[in-house]
């Protein structure tokens, strides 16, 4: 008599979590500290977030559109260097959402946090939630700023 095979199960890998889901590319060239802040925002959307996306030169922003309906993508962060060598930062609704459009004034890359820190307590545990979205000093009244408002409150989850 033969035994049939155990099946395995696959209690290590996590269930597809629900929610917003994010990709965040770069268009251009960015640099050295610009691809690290790139890095540094996947790092802090992680739980949603695609952290090891790998973006090749000639792709295009129609192909992260496609495929990100394919796996349940529902916000695109892009990331580019200006003529001036401003970094821009546009917030993209996927696939017919409105995008936004900001001017990174400055910034502060993750690495130069931790190294400040007298006990630098960063361990993995921390990027399993998803971050705390404060959305202050915005006056609802004007359009421009409830459109802010209801973009990134909708990017997070809300449980």
């Known amino acids: 008599?033969?035994?049939?095979?155990?099946?395995?199960?696959?209690?290590?890998?996590?269930?597809?979590?629900?929610?917003?889901?994010?990709?965040?590319?770069n268009r251009g060239k960015l640099g050295k500290t610009g691809?690290?802040?790139?890095?540094?925002?996947r790092k802090c959307l992680e739980p949603l977030t695609a952290r090891n996306l790998k973006a090749k030169k000639y792709n295009k922003l129609k192909d992260y559109i496609h495929v990100s309906s394919q796996f349940g993508v529902s916000h695109l962060l892009l990331l580019s260097k200006s003529?001036?060598?401003?970094?821009?930062l546009r917030v993209c609704k996927v696939p017919r959402g409105p995008t936004l459009s900001f001017r990174v004034s400055s910034?502060?890359?993750?690495?130069?946090?931790?190294?400040l820190m007298k006990r630098a307590k960063?361990?993995?545990?921390?990027?399993?939630?998803?971050?705390?979205?404060?959305?202050?000093g915005f006056d609802e009244t004007i359009?421009?700023?409830k459109l802010i408002t209801t973009t990134f409150q909708n990017r997070y989850d809300r449980s």
Request: aromatic share 6%; charged share 25%.
């Open 122 to 136: 960063t361990t993995q545990n921390s990027y399993e939630s998803a971050p705390l979205l404060i959305m202050n």
């Open 35 to 41: 691809l690290r802040l790139m890095l540094d925002i």
């Open 83 to 88: 003529l001036l060598g401003y970094i821009n």
């Open 1 to 25: 008599m033969v035994k049939s095979r155990r099946k395995k199960k696959r209690t290590h890998i996590a269930e597809d979590e629900e929610g917003p889901h994010t990709f965040v590319v």
């Open 143 to 145: 359009p421009h700023h």
């Open 107 to 115: 910034y502060t890359l993750l690495k130069d946090v931790v190294s």
